[in-house]
T-cell receptor, first 113, second 115 residues
Framework: GDSVTQMEGPVTLSEEAFLTINCTYT??????LFWYVQYPGEGLQLLLK?????DKGSNKGFEATYRKETTSFHLEKGSVQVSDSAVYFC????????????FGSGTRLSIRP | EPEVTQTPSHQVTQMGQEVILRCVPI?????FYWYRQILGQKVEFLVS????????KSEIFDDQFSVERPDGSNFTLKIRSTKLEDSAMYFC?????????????FGPGTRLTVL
């Protein structure tokens, strides 16, 4: 079945460092891809999304490009801030079933001042 | 900005008891969902609901679980006889449409602890 694999955490970086969180997926057809973020004590918030190959999603300085050839959707940010500390989830909705989101295991990111 | 709300924020119950988790989706949304996240694990889909019936459910959503939209605003998840392994964070979500790329809006979650 469809699945999402993302890099294990926790990831600890210094403020202003470059961030990459790797995400790959397995799916039939053309899923839509998402990154959700969960700040401490809060629910899941959509960070960005891409619905077709080569689309780039972006928000709050974060970017991810839908790569069909490598089945990847890596999250990047050029300069992280302490306020970016959170758990990041890569996710997809299958093309055949728009009614559910399949999540990766999450990557905890901690940013040191 | 409208948001999905969930009550209670934390529910503690004894094994074997029934619990009802409540959600108020965003008012013009038509599609509703429940997910759960066992501590330290990934978020898992439980069920989707549209037009007063279940659209899809996962293998987790067995006969112990049920969902209902009792009054046009609330959306509830009932667990009939809770087990220790039901301890988890339960998230409600909603969206106005249900295309593959459509965003689901999540509530803050209810933490269920089964003793």
């Amino acid at each position: 079945g469809d699945s999402v694999t993302q890099m294990e955490g926790p990831v600890t970086l210094s403020e202003e460092a470059f961030l990459t969180i790797n995400c790959t997926y397995t799916a039939t057809g053309y899923p839509s891809l998402f990154w959700y973020v969960q700040y401490p004590g809060e629910g899941l918030q959509l960070l960005l999304k891409a619905t077709k190959a080569d689309d780039k999603g972006s928000n709050k300085g974060f970017e991810a490009t839908y790569r069909k050839e490598t089945t990847s959707f890596h999250l990047e940010k050029g300069s992280v801030q302490v306020s970016d500390s959170a758990v990041y989830f890569c996710a997809l909705t299958p093309y055949s079933s728009a009614s559910k989101i399949i999540f990766g295991s999450g990557t905890r990111l901690s940013i040191r001042p | 900005e409208p948001e999905v709300t969930q009550t209670p924020s934390h529910q503690v119950t004894q094994m074997g008891q029934e619990v009802i988790l409540r959600c108020v989706p965003i008012s013009n949304h038509l599609y509703f969902y429940w997910y759960r996240q066992i501590l330290g694990q990934k978020v898992e889909f439980l069920v989707s609901f549209y037009n007063n019936e279940i659209s899809e459910k996962s293998e987790i959503f067995d006969d112990q679980f049920s969902v209902e939209r009792p009054d046009g605003s609330n959306f509830t998840l009932k667990i009939r006889s809770t087990k220790l392994e039901d301890s988890a964070m339960y998230f409600c979500a909603s969206n106005p449409t249900s295309g593959s790329g459509d965003t689901q809006y999540f509530g803050p979650g209810t933490r269920l602890t089964v003793l």
